[in-house]
């Protein structure tokens, strides 16, 4: 079993939509939980992070963490196709904070 | 302005040649790392470094070396390239532990290396 499981995807959805992406993990040990975005061509950089159970905001991104469920989301309010992207969620413990990733999810917002 | 630089960014080479790709980052992290992303997969780290003359294999077994003789640079050598390694290389750096609750991890742009 994968530590971080998350849906490939491509997840299509039109200008303005709200977006939710998904993940999940089986590392007890992990602490932080972060979410990075990938544009084709670069390296990923980190969107935010969350430590433990909660939420999370920022401007039109909103994290979520159940470690109960081991279950990490995304929320992308109002979408725009500048968003379009490969989302990483990625889990790590606390110490190295060397993150594990999940393979992405693909995103695609059309106009 | 801080960064993370790698090159070459895009390399094509024969079986059974010697490769370096570079790394350089001008933030003055101890911490730098190397992973290996193919299409559609997750990012697996393969070489790790806390600070100069510190090197560690990663979670992902890999025929590469590397060394970290300066802080600011972290080169990835592969003795003999083969098929098996065309991938991308990402290289990654940041502070070491507490200085921050998170130390984010700031990423170069990538090598795609093809060994043909």
């Known amino acids: 079993q994968k530590e971080v499981e998350q849906d490939p995807g491509p997840l299509s959805v039109p200008e303005g939509a709200i977006v939710s992406l998904n993940c999940t993990y089986s590392n007890s040990a992990f602490q932080y939980f972060m979410w990075y975005r990938q544009y084709s061509r670069k390296g990923p950089e980190l969107l935010m992070y969350?430590?433990?159970?909660g939420n999370k905001e920022d401007g039109r991104f909103t994290a979520q963490v159940d470690k109960s469920s081991k279950y990490i989301s995304l929320f992308i309010r109002d979408s725009q196709p500048s968003d379009s992207a490969t989302y990483l969620c990625a889990g790590a413990q606390g110490g190295s904070y060397i993150p594990t990733f999940g393979r992405g999810t693909s995103l695609i917002v059309h106009p | 302005e801080a960064d993370i630089y790698q090159t070459p960014r895009y390399l094509v080479i024969g079986t059974g040649k010697k490769i370096t790709l570079e790394c350089s980052q001008t933030?003055?992290?101890?911490?730098m790392y190397w992973y290996q992303q193919d299409p559609g997969m997750e990012l697996h780290l393969i070489h790790y470094s806390y600070g100069v003359n510190s090197t560690e294999k990663g979670d992902l077994s890999s025929e590469s070396t590397v060394s970290r003789i300066r802080t600011e640079h972290f080169p990835l050598t592969l003795e003999s390239a083969r098929p098996s390694h065309t991938s991308q290389y990402l290289c990654?750096?940041?502070?070491?532990?507490?200085?921050?609750?998170?130390?984010?991890?700031?990423f170069g742009p990538g090598t795609r290396l093809t060994v043909l």
């Open positions: 990654a750096s940041s502070e070491s532990e507490g200085r921050s609750s998170y130390n984010e991890q700031f």
């Open positions: 969350t430590y433990s159970s």
């Open positions: 933030m003055g992290h101890d911490k």
